[in-house]
């Protein structure tokens, strides 16, 4: 299983901002959705953003009009912008993608996590 690497996590006061970036694995040729999840402890797992190849997006209410999740496809990247940041944004934020590999099977992928903390 191919996990992938995000960057940018890392601690930030209340209101600050933080970039959270994440490549696709080499061998992913169509890519139909990328997203972003987070976990907080002792929480589940919650979608926080997505973008589908058809150019929809969607953003888990707590997080709308101050997070925007963007793609690149020539570059089969995700990023997600994190503006306003509050401390109970503060979780390990993973990315996710999912789609077609060269050999036409279906894959998906997450990412192996990084930890955003806001601070009050």
């Known amino acids: 299983q191919v996990q992938l690497a995000e960057s940018g996590g890392g601690l930030v006061q209340a209101g600050g901002s933080l970039r959270l970036s994440c490549a696709a694995p080499?061998?992913?040729?169509?890519?139909?959705?990328m997203a972003w999840y987070r976990q907080a402890p002792g929480k589940q797992r919650e979608l926080v953003a997505q973008?589908?190849?058809?150019?929809?997006?969607d953003y888990a209410d707590s997080v709308k009009g101050r997070f925007t999740i963007s793609r690149d496809n020539a570059k089969n990247t995700v990023t997600l912008q994190m503006n306003s940041l509050k401390p109970e944004d503060t979780a390990v934020y993973y990315c996710y993608f999912n789609g077609i590999d060269a050999t036409m099977m279906y894959r998906t992928y997450w990412g192996q996590g990084t930890q955003v903390t806001v601070s009050s």
């Open positions: 973008s589908i190849s058809s150019g929809s997006t």
């Open positions: 080499g061998d992913i040729s169509s890519i139909n959705r």
